[in-house]
């Protein structure tokens, strides 16, 4: 099973701390739509032989098309792939665009129904203006309750976005967002702390004395306030930033973390294969050109033995399926699994990671740091 991933690169306003490629001008849209289609119909033997599960529109913001553009991408998937009986499909999207479109025969979500998408990832981040406005985000509070009253109605798979570690935020609040989402029986919840990226606008404004840094102290907080009120409330936590409760897990994002092959359509976009990853171009123009002369616009990375272990470990250990010792050996061999023991003994004296099942797992205290404890198991320079 495959996936193919949409990146829809056009934003109405820059978010502060945003560093994906995206344009706030829409001028190309039609131009990079038909790159789009065409981008799907050159790769289409990329997946010859294997089916497609899930179908997911990122970006930037996937919202900003119309149904009629959206259903003519989800139609070239299914003209020139091969995919299963009701897969996956996800739209991102900003609550102002769920609840703008008013006064027509069907609610956008009906219209969303329509062509196939059945589920919903909801940029919320928080429900304070305060944090709206510091992030600079296209939504007020009122939108994102509003915009979920409305998307409860019609769709059941829906996933919501916060962000943690805002400067200004406090634990209540904190709280009081979660509690928010949770009254919504929102059955998929993802996460994020609130990161500094080179040169946004969000670094240049702490650089600048005008916005407090981000504090990672609190940040570790908030995420185990996170972490022990959505466990109480029956979601598991499948993966570092990803809380689903039963049957709500994203298969889209289950199979990065799976090693299971993708391809990324559109400028910016990742592919993985299994032996290599490539990523296109991250500029529209130039991406529009290249697929107009039915060249792809992209570098690939052939992964050797060790990129393949590193990657592993560091997909593995961000989910409740933690790293199979037994696949480390059969994969990479026994060199490879005896430097993994090797490296994490100490994360295990320090109760940050434990054995199970033949499984190398993060502790609850460990789990937070699983990206910076991941980096420090990797393999160097091994053949």
Request: proline share 3%.
């Amino acid at each position: 099973m495959a996936g193919i991933y949409i990146h829809i690169p056009f934003c109405k306003q820059a978010c502060h701390y945003c560093d994906f490629h995206f344009s706030t001008s829409l001028k190309k849209k039609d131009e990079l739509l038909q790159a789009l289609i065409q981008e799907l119909v050159l790769r289409k033997g990329e997946l010859k032989n294997i089916s497609v599960e899930t179908i997911y529109f990122g970006g930037g913001t996937p919202s900003l098309l119309s149904i009629n553009e959206l259903k003519l991408l989800i139609d070239s998937v299914f003209k020139n792939y091969t995919v299963v009986e009701n897969p996956e499909i996800t739209l991102e999207a900003n609550p102002d665009d769920l609840i703008t479109v008013q006064g027509q025969s069907k609610t956008i979500f009906e219209e969303y129904k329509s062509i196939g998408i059945n589920r919903l990832s909801i940029g919320i981040q928080s429900f304070f203006e305060r944090d709206l406005k510091l992030m600079n985000r296209a939504h007020n509070a009122h939108e994102a309750k509003d915009c979920l009253t409305l998307a409860t109605k019609y769709f059941d798979n829906i996933s919501v976005d916060l962000i943690y570690g805002i400067p200004g935020l406090t634990n209540n609040e904190w709280i009081e967002n979660i509690d928010t989402v949770l009254a919504f029986n929102i059955p998929h919840i993802s996460c994020y702390a609130l990161t500094v990226e080179p040169k946004t606008a969000l670094e240049s404004f702490i650089k600048k004395g005008l916005i407090d840094n981000v504090d990672d102290d609190l940040a570790q907080e908030q995420f185990n306030i996170l972490v022990d009120k959505l466990e109480a409330n029956g979601f598991v936590n499948y993966e570092l930033s990803n809380f689903g409760k039963s049957n709500y897990f994203s298969k889209n994002n289950s199979a990065y973390w799976q090693g299971k092959p993708y391809l990324g359509i559109g400028p910016s976009a990742h592919s993985f294969n299994g032996d290599q990853r490539s990523w296109n171009v991250s500029n529209n123009t130039k991406y529009i050109k290249s697929i107009q002369l039915n060249e792809l616009p992209r570098e690939v990375e052939i992964l050797s033995k060790t990129d393949k272990f590193n990657e592993y470990i560091m997909t593995g250990l961000r989910t409740i399926w933690g790293v199979s010792l037994e696949k480390v050996e059969e994969n990479f061999g026994i060199t490879y699994k005896n430097h993994l023991l090797q490296q994490a003994e100490i994360y295990i004296k320090e109760q940050l990671l434990y054995i199970e099942k033949d499984n190398l797992l993060t502790t609850k205290k460990g789990k937070f740091l699983s990206d910076g404890i991941a980096s420090n198991l990797f393999k160097i320079n091994l053949i």
